[in-house]
């Protein structure tokens, strides 16, 4: 939490910007020196104090976590890559999919995706949605466009195609709510300015955003625009890998026993229009996966 400090000298005022944070047990500051008023533009200041103690708490972290990450995947053979990836594409199914309600158990989705096996009493919708969102999953891998309204739409259709199609890749024209949240979507006139809106700042920000940072606001910002009727959660964590991949950084799955902390960053984000609730939680949730490579 960023807030504003004075301090009087006699019958001047200074004013200092300043971020306690919790480090190996302790209470750290950090501060900045703001001048004798304050700016006018004091939300971006803030904004960018923040990004400043970020790049130097985590970032050069997340670079060494990709420089490990690359040099092992050189030592590994084809057949072990590709066969770590589909690990992490029948896990990352198998989460995002069971955050969402599905039915089917990690040991289903296992023998689902890479066997064929259909299991027996179980919905076959949450059946084709699993072999959809994997996929889909490997058409992001190989997907050599950028980040557009097409590709949102396109993916989302390809999700849902053969499950729900009168939502399939169509942005939704009614208002929805979120089943045990306080958080409210945007209503449907709001969605594509906003939805133009997150391209432009995806635009401007791509490539001077540390990637980590940038896969983590394509999903918050993403999801709390909330452009569909469902499969908002799905195509949000889709697309967040799809940054993390395409700058080369380790994909991160997010697992169902997770949920709470993750829904409650988001939901605190959202409701509070503070992206650094969400980032922080993801940084720590991204440097727990990885800290093997450090």
């Known amino acids: 939490m960023v807030a504003i400090r004075k301090k009087t000298v006699g019958k001047q005022t200074y004013y200092y910007l300043e971020h306690s944070f919790r480090e190996k047990g302790r209470v750290e500051k950090k501060g900045k020196y703001l001048g004798k008023t304050l700016p006018q533009n004091i939300e971006e200041v ?23 990450y690359t040099t092992q995947e050189k030592k590994h053979p084809l057949s072990a890559q590709e066969k770590e990836l589909e690990n992490f594409a029948v896990k990352f199914t198998y989460d995002t999919n069971r955050i969402e309600g599905s039915t089917l158990t990690f040991r289903e989705t296992s023998l689902l995706l890479e066997k064929g096996i259909t299991p027996n009493a179980k919905p076959m ?26 590709i949102i739409l396109y993916f989302h259709k390809k999700l849902f195609e053969n499950t729900k199609k009168d939502i399939a890749g169509k942005i939704r024209q009614h208002q929805v709510t979120i089943a045990g949240s306080r958080f409210t979507p945007p209503f449907p006139a709001e969605i594509y300015p906003m939805l133009m809106d997150f391209l432009k700042w995806y ?35 889709l697309l967040m890998n799809f940054v993390l991949n395409k700058h080369a950084f380790p994909m991160l799955n997010i ?21 650094m609730i969400f980032l922080q939680w993801f940084f720590k949730r991204y440097l727990k996966e990885y800290t093997r490579y450090l």
């Open 203 to 237: 635009r401007k920000n791509k490539d001077k955003m540390h990637p980590v940072e940038l896969a983590a606001l394509v999903h918050l910002k993403l999801v709390t625009i909330h452009p569909f009727t469902d499969g908002n959660g799905r195509i949000s964590r």
């Open 46 to 68: 803030k904004k960018q104090f923040i990004s400043e103690i970020y790049r130097e708490k985590w970032f050069g972290i997340f670079d060494k976590i990709r420089e490990e």
């Open 125 to 150: 919708l949450d059946v084709k949605e699993a072999e959809a969102h994997r996929k889909v999953f490997y058409e992001v891998l190989d997907c050599k466009k950028d980040l557009s309204l097409d």
């Open 255 to 275: 697992p169902y026993e997770k949920r709470a902390g993750y829904y409650s960053s988001l939901e605190r984000s959202q409701i509070k229009k503070d992206e």
